[in-house]
């Protein structure tokens, strides 16, 4: 059974950092690409990074581009997105799952539950 467990959500100032983990479980983790994307409340869903199996090959949305990390531990079966400068325009339900960075978000095949991100003043 295919598991993505996303945490490290909260609440964080403008300017603030936070770091986010997805573990996975159910399949060969380091055989396949991850990838982040969010929803903000009222917005659809948005593709924000992905990383690529053996996590040498990264891609960012211009939106989070030289703000945000993402990066990935095959031994431990998780992928990290470290999200740092944060806006308020950041805030959205976080979700981790499991697919190549640039064919879309149709093509992936697990989601995680999704961990919350508030940027507030």
């Known amino acids: 059974q295919v598991q993505l467990v996303e945490s490290g959500g909260g609440l964080a100032q403008p300017g603030g950092s936070l770091r986010l983990s997805c573990a996975a479980s159910?399949?060969?983790?380091?055989?396949?690409?991850m990838s982040w994307a969010r929803q903000a409340p009222g917005k659809g869903l948005g593709w924000v990074s992905g990383?690529?199996?053996?996590?040498?090959?990264?891609y960012y949305a211009d939106s989070v581009k030289g703000r945000f990390t993402i990066s990935r531990d095959n031994a431990k079966n998780t992928v990290y997105l470290q999200m740092n400068s944060l806006k308020t325009e950041d805030t959205a339900l976080y979700y981790c799952?499991?697919?190549?960075?640039?064919?879309?978000?149709?093509?992936?095949?697990?989601w995680g539950q999704g961990t919350q991100v508030t940027v507030s003043s």
């Open positions: 799952a499991k697919g190549p960075p640039l064919k879309g978000l149709a093509s992936y095949d697990y």
């Open positions: 159910g399949f060969t983790f380091s055989s396949y690409a």
């Open positions: 990383i690529y199996s053996d996590g040498s090959d990264t």
